[in-house]
């Protein structure tokens, strides 16, 4: 698709497009600097330029997408927010017994809450803690909570409260406690395991507690996992830098696009969608700016 795009640019009169350049330099006077394989490039300012940056985040910085462009806009004094973690992973302090049990393990339907917000879907286990989509829908609102946070993780949300004391205290029989849970609920030996970390021997004696536990298994998350792992990164230029444009209102010709607006989104195609939407409407802007 991309190089459909490109083919069909290329058909555009004055059209050209030059590869392994590296923005180095912005001036006030909007001179650009860049770098070709060594070589200094400089692109003088005309009346009628127009410009416009994709931004990209932090993360993944291998792939190209390491956010020194910061610098660029910030030596402009434009107003800044700083990059952080946006659907991430977290860490938590699992036993070493239970390390040895996970390997990016997943528990499949499951609902995940923290506060007042909740989020179904499959949760993978790790060494260091925990990934996967509910964990990265809940994570802003996680990573801002300023403290070790809490999440409840409801191993069963298509049961009541009611309905899972109900299958548990059905006779047992000669059964093992596992084998027990394995089949009144279909409780996979991953989750047995999970639910002897995170519940005292009292409480695991306690059928009802148990009960409980398997509809709010408290999980501690202690922090983030490293912004270079992260999906991506949350941060970048205040909106208050721009005009309804999209339009540096500093800069008269200078539009700005993509992930490092200071907005954030649940990963996937709410992401990229917003991405779209913000190059849309910047382009629009830009062809009635040069009609002007």
Known sequence: MLLLWLKKLKSYPGFKLFTHHSLKKIEKDKSLFFDFKGQEVKVDPSKNMAVLFSLGGGSWSKTGSDGLWTDLFSNLGLKMAPFQSMNSGFETDWSPHFKKKVNWSPLKNIKL???DHSVRGELIFTPYGLEGGPLY???ALVRDSREKAQVLLDFFPDLSQK??????????????????LRKKLKLSGLAFSLLKERTSKEEFKDLDLLGQKLKALPLDLLRPRPMEESISTSGGIHFDNLDNSLMIKKMPGFYVAGEMLDWEAPTGGYLLQGCFSTAYKASQSILSFLDN
Do not use: A, M
Not at 163 to 180: A, D, Q, Y
């Open 113 to 115: 809450s923290f506060k």
């Open 137 to 139: 829908e809940l994570s």
């Open 163 to 180: 309905e899972v004391l109900s299958k548990i205290h059905k006779p047992r029989g000669k059964n093992s406690l596992s084998n027990h």
